[in-house]
């Protein structure tokens, strides 16, 4: 699967429904459209089956997909767990080889890439070599294409390095060198109504930070992704402690 992508080959880009990370694909989505390729994001019933390709109905969902939008092209992106990505990965893999949908197997699809997390990337990698096209997360849009082998010609001077990326840069670059940041105490929200229990809520950190003028509240994702409701919370705890 190392022929060259042409335009009119058509790209597919999926995701299971679980995973809510969008924008790697909108982003190398739009890259694509502007380079003069054609792109289909897979609907919200083919990224359900991705969940469990080994099922015969999931499996026909996700191949009808792949031949009614004439694919040729599959991209495939898991950033949660790496070790669910490999099985979904590995699993999709061995669907599209047993029914014959890769192009050395005879079929319509004669390149397959993967983007997710590091760990993820480098099994995979491990597994299939350069028979799959591998994404870690931090490529930017041109050398997303690049590795892609695709020209985005004129389009090029859409995907530069834009001047605040380069101001937002040189800031953090800064501030990481005068090293201030290690002097800089946390915030002291515990006058917020009901602080610390669990009749606590946002709205009240929010109150107190306007009327005190204090910084906003910043939100961040924190700890490892797991299907196992209780399993996340307890994990959520500990990485709350841990960063506390």
Known sequence: MHRK???????????????????????????LRESGYRTVIADENVAKALCNPS???????????????????????????????????????YQLEDKGVI?????????????????????????????????YGDESPMESLDILGIDPGPASDLFGKHPYDS???NFGNDVIERGDFIHVEPVDRRKTKNFGTKKEKVVDRIMD???????????????????????AVKKFIDWSERLA
Request: hydrophobic share 40%; charged share 30%.
């Open 5 to 31: 992508i042409k335009p009119s080959d058509k790209i597919g880009l999926l995701k299971t429904d679980i995973d809510a990370h969008t924008l790697g694909i909108f982003v190398i989505d739009e890259a």
């Open 55 to 93: 099922d015969a109905n999931n499996s026909s969902r996700i191949l009808r997909w792949i031949y009614d939008n004439d694919i040729a092209v599959l991209g495939l992106s898991y950033r949660l767990d790496p070790d669910d990505a490999v099985s979904i990965f590995r699993r999709l893999m």
């Open 103 to 135: 192009e050395k197997k005879g079929g319509p699809v004669k390149k397959v890439c993967f983007a997710g997390l590091p760990d993820a990337c480098n099994r995979i990698r491990q597994v299939y070599g350069d028979d799959v096209t591998v994404f």
């Open 167 to 169: 101001v937002l840069e």
């Open 209 to 231: 930070a306007r009327k005190r003028n204090l910084p906003p509240i910043i939100r961040a994702h924190a700890g490892p992704y797991s299907p196992e409701r209780e399993e």
